[in-house]
């Protein structure tokens, strides 16, 4: 299960929490765009993924035995 930002409900048919099937943050995402067309550009512009409570490093990252998965808006420092 993926937990969306509010605003990306209206993409997902009103739905805040949409199931995925992936094993890393790439096919995550990649799943995402498949199966919600609209969400590609917010996805290709960039966000984070929470595994866990953790962001995730990299795309290669895995989601497969992850108890929350959260994408959210991208975090920058400053």
Same mark, same amino acid.
């Given at each position: 299960?993926?937990?969306?930002?509010?605003? #990306?409900?209206?993409?997902?048919?009103?739905?805040?929490?949409?199931?995925?099937?992936?094993?890393?943050?790439?096919?995550? #995402?990649?799943? #995402?765009?498949?199966?919600?067309?609209? #969400?590609?550009?917010?996805?290709?512009?960039?966000?984070?993924?929470?595994?866990?409570?953790?962001?995730?490093?990299?795309?290669?990252?895995?989601?497969?035995?992850?108890?929350?998965?959260?994408?959210?808006?991208?975090?920058?420092?400053?």
């Amino acid at each position: 299960m993926v937990n969306l930002w509010s605003s #990306l409900s209206r993409f997902t048919g009103g739905e805040t929490a949409v199931e995925v099937e992936a094993a890393t943050v790439a096919g995550l #995402l990649d799943g #995402l765009k498949a199966a919600y067309p609209g #969400l590609a550009p917010i996805l290709d512009a960039g966000v984070s993924v929470v595994i866990d409570g953790e962001v995730a490093t990299g795309r290669h990252a895995s989601v497969a035995d992850a108890g929350e998965v959260f994408l959210m808006q991208r975090m920058k420092g400053g």
